[in-house]
């Protein structure tokens, strides 16, 4: 490998640790780590508003939630992926 790419390899390995090393032992509970749902979700609580139905289903964890969430990010990068691969091999055959 090139002198460059180790380089970049361990500026990237910084990247990615420093701030785990920052936050060590620091959660939700914090503050840290919280996703913009959390916060969107409690700021339109704080206005008093009501929802006009609720979830027909709800999902009996956050892993399952997430699972599913994963799924659907995985098909639609399916469908993303099959669309731009069939353009470009209309491109090739013409």
């Known amino acids: 490998m ?3 790419h180790i380089v970049m390899l361990i500026v990237v390995a910084f990247i990615c640790i420093i701030p785990l090393l920052i936050y060590n032992g620091l ?3 914090q503050g840290y780590f919280g996703g913009a749902d ?3 979700s409690q700021l339109i609580e704080e206005t ?3 929802p ?3 979830p027909l289903w709800e999902p009996p964890s956050g892993e399952i939630e997430s699972l599913f969430f994963a799924v659907q990010a995985a098909i639609g990068a399916l469908i993303i992926g099959y669309v731009f691969g069939y353009y470009k091999g ?3 055959t013409s």
């Open 90 to 92: 209309q491109q090739k």
């Open 48 to 50: 008093g508003y009501k």
């Open 52 to 54: 006009w139905f609720e």
């Open 38 to 40: 959390d916060k969107a």
């Open 27 to 29: 959660g939700e509970e």
């Open 2 to 4: 090139e002198k460059r």
